[in-house]
């Protein structure tokens, strides 16, 4: 799965997001709009995806905030899920 980074980053926020993107690539079913890692306030970094149905985003986005707390214990940052359900895409 690609993802789009729009930021600067340093190693240790790479290998963060790597982790974090590793993981979401084996759990994550096929997302409508491909990950994007955008950084926000603070130095989060947020990865936009987007799937087709509102359980799609929930069960990924419960999944994938365990791995980003453990990722912010293990390394000091802080990567969120920010999964949407696609625009034209959603399915009940």
């Known amino acids: 799965m690609k993802t789009r980074v729009t930021f600067p980053a340093d190693a240790k926020a790479l290998d963060a997001l790597a982790k974090f993107l590793g993981t979401l690539e ?3 079913p096929e997302p409508v ?3 994007k890692a955008v950084l926000g306030e603070d ?3 947020f990865v936009e995806v987007g799937y087709k149905t509102d359980e799609d985003t929930l069960l990924v986005g419960d999944r994938m905030a365990e791995v980003a707390a453990d990722l912010l214990e293990e390394t000091g940052v802080l990567v969120a899920l920010a999964p949407f359900v696609a625009a ?4 009940s």
């Open 43 to 45: 130095d989060i970094i």
């Open 33 to 35: 709009h491909p990950p």
């Open 88 to 91: 034209g895409a959603r399915q």
């Open 26 to 28: 084996k759990i994550s």
